[in-house]
């Protein structure tokens, strides 16, 4: 079993700054891309910004200037800091890990998310 548990969602004021934090644990062998994703009241489930293995970034238009992911492999975490925040970036976030872990004596394909952490931007 593999499990990522993610913190320090909350409120914040336009304009505040806040960082999430994940953290894969279980039996994981690898862990390849993560990422986070955020699902904005009434709205699917999107992409915010993806991180390799060895650090190669992509983030949506939208978060490009304010938003950074980073990773800590030896940790196998991934944060994502959050600043000058808007309205806008309302929503449910999150992390999301493509691993390789074993199950049932076997390694496999895992495709984990975390429960998500809620963050609200409001004055």
């Known amino acids: 079993q593999v499990q990522l548990v993610e913190s320090g969602g909350g409120l914040v004021q336009p304009g505040g700054s806040l960082r999430l934090s994940c953290a894969a644990s279980g039996s994981i062998v690898s862990i390849y891309d993560m990422a986070w994703y955020r699902r904005p009241p009434g709205k699917q489930r999107e992409l915010v910004a993806e991180?390799?293995?060895?650090?190669?970034?992509n983030s949506v238009p939208s978060v490009k200037g304010r938003f950074t992911i980073s990773r800590d492999n030896a940790k196998n975490t991934v944060s994502l800091q959050m600043n000058s925040l808007k309205p806008e970036d309302t929503a449910v976030y999150y992390c999301?890990?493509?691993?390789?872990?074993?199950?049932?004596?076997?390694?496999?394909?895992?495709?984990?998310w975390g429960q998500g952490t809620q963050v609200t931007v409001s004055s």
């Open positions: 991180i390799t293995r060895v650090g190669s970034t």
């Open positions: 999301h890990a493509d691993m390789i872990a074993t199950i049932g004596g076997g390694r496999k394909y895992v495709a984990a």
